[in-house]
């Protein structure tokens, strides 16, 4: 079965400072990728997805991005973080088993920018 | 995507039967409805998932009309532990990528 890791699990930045999220997947080979955010007591917003290898699409085109440098391992990055960056912070795979598409996701990693 | 619409929140006591609705006036031919529940500070975990008429399997029911304009995640007998945030997403099964998680239903089970 497929696991996804993320790290770190918790991270403070400061305001201004850069960011480097890592997601890899473990179990899967070509999964669909993708990079939500969740603030306090919100639901989870999409911010990129990826079909494949060097392939992003972006929903929210601030000052994230993201890369898919490797089949299982996407990236979410950020050159200056701003303090409506700050949430929780989760990567998901999309896999079709027996007819059914499931979105399994990642532990999270939460952001509390200062 | 079509978009989904659910009550903010809802409240039920343990040993009751929760049913949620969720209204996806818009959804096209090939999409599927699908529903996740989350705990706070973990990712959304997969419950069911339909198309049509009743699905079942060994935690929930998940009800959809022959309009399928709406559908309603069924949860027998629910415990405190069923507290959570219940999302209704609607899209393709193949070939969709694109996921839109709506604000979700909070349920809180008491006592």
């Keep these: 079965s497929q696991t996804i890791h993320q790290w770190p699990a918790t991270l403070v930045q400061p305001v201004g400072s850069p960011l480097s999220l890592e997601c890899t997947v473990e179990g899967t080979s070509n999964p669909n990728l993708y990079w939500y955010r969740q603030a306090a007591g919100r639901g989870l917003q999409l911010l990129f997805y990826s079909v494949g290898i060097g392939q992003i699409s972006s929903e929210v085109p601030q000052n994230l991005s993201a890369s898919r440098p490797q089949d299982r391992q996407f990236i979410l990055s950020s050159k200056k973080l701003l303090l409506s960056d700050s949430g929780f912070y989760l990567c998901a795979c999309a896999l079709v088993r027996t007819g059914v598409r499931e979105q399994y996701f990642g532990p999270g990693t939460r952001l509390t920018v200062t | ?111």
């Design chain 2, 1 to 111: 995507l079509a978009k989904t619409t659910q009550p903010i929140s809802m409240d039920s006591y343990e040993g009751q039967e929760v049913n949620i609705t969720c209204s996806h006036n818009n959804i096209a031919t090939n999409d599927y409805i699908t529903w996740y529940q989350q705990f706070p500070s973990q990712g959304p975990r997969f419950i069911i998932q339909g198309y049509k008429t009743k699905v079942t399997n060994e935690v929930a029911s998940l009800f959809i009309p022959a309009d399928r304009k709406s559908s309603t995640l069924s949860l027998p007998r629910v415990s405190l532990s069923d507290t959570a945030v219940y999302y209704c997403l609607v899209g393709a099964v193949t070939g969709g990528f694109k996921t839109i998680f709506g604000a979700g239903t909070r349920l809180f089970v008491k006592a």
